[in-house]
């Protein structure tokens, strides 16, 4: 399951944040329904190397690599996941200045 829609921070999210938060976001949502993670398992994903796979069959870059991107470029990336119900990632990427509220992205899922 994929959503793609305009995110507008509340004042709350802004008064919680360390830094000034752009306007609007674009908030990409990817959740699926497989097997779920551990907690201990989903609080180490973004760090490098880490993997559960067997040796051989992965680096443990990907998810890290992916985090730096959208970190870059000043957003964020959150995960949830509970064993047997599934996992939902949350990226929230800042919109461009010429992003127009007259012409806001159609919310999208597919």
Known sequence: ????????PDAIES???????PKRFTKLILRDNGCGMEE??????FEPFFTTKQVGEGTGLGLSVIHGIITSHGGTISVESQ???GTTFEILLPCAEDCSQNNPPQEAVA
């Not at 399951?1 to 507008?8: G, P, R, T, W, Y």
């Not at 008064?15 to 938060?21: E, I, M, N, P, R």
């Not at 201990?40 to 994903?45: D, F, G, N, S, T």
């Open 83 to 85: 064993p047997g119900e």
């Open 1 to 8: 399951d994929i959503s793609l829609a305009l995110h507008q």
């Open 40 to 45: 201990e398992v989903a609080a180490r994903i």
């Open 15 to 21: 008064q919680d944040s360390d830094v000034s938060l």
